[in-house]
């Protein structure tokens, strides 16, 4: 009499092998979408602390002095910051009352190198009054 092994046959090892691999596969992009989001959500996160400190900077200012011009489109001189090669940092005071007691700050944040997807922007807007 015989007595069997109680180990896989290499035809259950090889099944279960391709099985493996099958799933694996269609596992993977889901990885890769998962690693791009990640990079995604970090570089708003970053545009979004230069907005923010940006903002902060331009709430020292005192409210007369807090000159009116400025694009968040264009650089204008005193009005965009790009001292930083990740972020382009860009401002525009606006007046709007006569007289002048009350002032739209608006900041945008645009971060210039991007690995994945469309160029990241963040957009701040605060009120000032006198």
Known sequence: MRHQSGGFSLVEILVAMF????????VAPLFILAGRSTSSAGEIGNASA?????????????FDTLTQGGSL???????????NPEFLVRWRVT????????????????????????????????????
């Open 19 to 26: 099985l493996l691999s099958m799933i694996l596969l269609a």
């Open 50 to 62: 230069a907005a923010v400190q940006r903002m902060e900077q331009l709430d020292l200012v005192a």
């Open 73 to 83: 489109t264009a650089n204008q001189v005193g009005f965009f910051d790009s001292s």
């Open 95 to 130: 007046n709007n009352a006569t007289p002048p007691t009350l002032k739209t700050v608006e900041v945008r944040v645009v971060a210039q190198n991007v690995p994945t997807g469309l160029p990241k922007e963040v957009r701040v807007v605060s009120l000032r009054a006198w």
